[in-house]
């Protein structure tokens, strides 16, 4: 079983430079969502959506970009990469019933 | 402003002996309170959760400890075992938002054997 799939894994960026982390699940989740975890912060939530063409921000939005188009994929867009980015990302999803939340395994995002 | 604190950054316990996480909240909104384990280089895993309306919730050696008067939860990991060292996760979130997780900052917890 797939689960959350994000990629790419590991990606190095210059300052000023965009990219898009990708993240699909295949497990018709409504509910989707990113988060950054910095050292000693924990995880802080980016963005999520509650379905198809609903998003919202979470904590930490500003730099960030996201939209939802099908049910399976959630991308987040860095349009202009800056090095207070670097971090890992984890995108995540549920299926709103109130039971768990799963995760990707991560993307690492360096940013020089 | 930090909705969900967990103040102790490290645990270091014998094998066998019991571990206990300790996380506290400031939202009275939140009802609905997950645990989750994290290895390095991977993505949390979910590890067990209490609604608000339940005070204990058991799942085989991991048992979670609500207590809302004082906005404080507890993990309880007996007995404890190597393969338990790892980053331990409190979440929180309002069952209107359960895409929406606000996370401790985490404990490391190593099981000496």
């Known amino acids: 079983n797939a689960g959350v799939t994000q990629t790419p894994k590991f990606q190095v960026l210059k300052t000023g430079q965009s990219m898009t982390l990708q993240c699909a699940q295949d497990m018709n989740h409504e509910y989707m969502s990113w988060y950054r975890q910095d050292p000693g912060m924990g995880l802080r939530l980016i963005h999520y959506s509650v379905g198809a063409g609903i998003t919202d921000q979470g904590e930490v939005p500003n730099g960030y970009n996201v939209s939802r188009s099908t049910t399976e994929d959630f991308p987040l867009r860095l349009l202009s990469a800056a090095p207070s980015q670097t971090s890992v990302y984890f995108c995540?999803?549920?299926?709103?019933?109130?039971?768990?939340?799963?995760f990707g395994e991560g993307s690492w995002l360096t940013v020089v | 402003d930090q909705q969900v604190k967990q103040n102790s950054p490290s645990l270091s316990v014998q094998e066998g002996r019991i571990s206990i996480l300790n996380c506290d909240y400031t939202n009275s909104m939140f009802d609905y309170f997950l645990w989750y384990k994290k290895y390095p280089a991977e993505g949390p895993t979910f590890l067990i959760s209490i609604s608000s309306i339940k005070d204990k919730n058991e799942d085989g050696r991991f048992t979670v400890f609500l207590n809302k008067s004082a906005k404080h939860l507890s993990l309880h990991i007996v007995p404890s075992q190597p393969g338990d060292s790892a980053v331990y996760f409190c979440?929180?979130?309002?069952?209107?938002?359960?895409?929406?997780?606000?996370f401790g900052q985490g404990t490391t917890l190593q099981v000496k054997p």
């Open positions: 979440a929180a979130s309002a069952r209107s938002n359960t895409g929406k997780l606000i």
């Open positions: 995540a999803s549920s299926d709103g019933s109130g039971n768990t939340i799963y």
